[in-house]
């Protein structure tokens, strides 16, 4: 064999590793390319799925604020409708009920039991006080009042008596006197 003919492997085989290396560059770049682009795509695809989410949310919740402050307002308005019906109710209850007693013979009857038993009570007092004369009175008045006064200097003279024999049985009880102390230091 000639040496072109074991050149000519050499080169081949040369060229061929050389073409394969060059195309795996490209392959790797290409693919390099592809995944960055695949990356890009991604994220782009995550931003618009991460708004319209946030959209989404959003609408829910200005939906359910809304439904939930129409719910409030209808249960308020229910809310005052029968505080209204219960209160003209019973408002009608109890005219129905006065009307009633007004119109009865018992309630006009009852009423007029009350004012001729209240007459009664108050001229049964008038009659007792008639029959006590007005110097009985008078001095009945007086003496009650000399009662009052009797037992009042008898209850002073006790808590006098009590409160000295409490200075001389307390120990130093003259002392805190004389010092101008009345009551005994807590």
Do not use: C, W
Not at 74 to 86: E, F, I, S
């Amino acid at each position: 064999m000639s040496e072109e003919t074991n050149e000519r492997p050499e080169k081949a085989i040369e060229e061929a590793v050389e073409t394969t290396v060059e195309a795996a560059r490209e392959a790797a770049a290409d693919t390099k390319k592809a995944a960055a682009e695949a990356v890009q795509s991604s994220r782009k695809a995550a931003s618009k799925a991460a708004a319209t989410s946030k959209k989404a949310v959003g609408k829910a919740a200005a939906d359910t604020r809304k439904a939930a402050d129409k719910a409030a307002a209808q249960t308020k308005k229910a809310v005052n409708k029968a505080a209204a019906k219960t209160k003209k109710a019973a408002v009608e209850a109890a005219e129905s009920v006065e009307e009633a007693v007004s119109k009865s013979p018992v309630g006009e009857a009852l009423e007029e039991f009350i004012d001729h038993q209240q007459k009664a009570l108050q001229e049964a007092g008038k009659a007792l006080q008639s029959l006590i004369p007005e110097g009985v009175r008078s001095h009945g008045k007086s003496a009650v009042e000399e009662m009052i006064e009797g037992y009042r200097s008898l209850f002073n003279s006790i808590l006098d008596e009590v409160e000295a024999t409490v200075k001389k049985v307390v120990p130093g009880g003259d002392k805190k006197e004389a010092a101008g102390q009345d009551e005994p230091e807590a």
